[in-house]
């Protein structure tokens, strides 16, 4: 059995930083691509991020490129986001994603339960 849970969201004023934490448990070894993907409140989800097994390729969403960074460290089965200069419009339930493959066409096949991030103005 595999789970993916979202912790670190939360309020924040415009311009400040909050950093999400995504903890597996279970199979760990079929989470070979991991991303991370948002909807905010009336819009469809969207992609935010993602990163290989390794760790050395990342890709981001032109709306948040030069402020998110994602990271992981597979010795604690974690995925994170440093999210900076968080604007209002970054406000939405954040979502991990986790992807068995490690090449070809992407296939996220395991989600988390989400969580709330609000940037007030």
């Known amino acids: 059995q595999v789970q993916l849970v979202e912790s670190g969201g939360g309020l924040v004023q415009a311009g400040g930083s909050l950093r999400l934490s995504c903890a597996a448990s279970?199979?760990?070894?079929?989470?070979?691509?991991m991303g991370w993907f948002r909807r905010a409140p009336g819009k469809e989800r969207e992609f935010v991020a993602a990163?290989?097994?390794?760790?050395?390729?990342?890709y981001y969403a032109d709306s948040v490129k030069g402020r998110f960074f994602i990271s992981r460290d597979n010795a604690k089965n974690t995925m994170y986001l440093q999210m900076n200069s968080l604007k209002p419009d970054d406000t939405a339930v954040y979502y991990c994603?986790?992807?068995?493959?490690?090449?070809?066409?992407?296939?996220?096949?395991?989600w988390g339960q989400g969580i709330q991030v609000t940037v007030s103005s």
């Open positions: 990163i290989n097994w390794s760790g050395d390729s990342t």
């Open positions: 279970g199979r760990t070894f079929s989470f070979a691509r």
């Open positions: 994603a986790a992807d068995r493959t490690v090449d070809g066409p992407i296939r996220y096949d395991y």
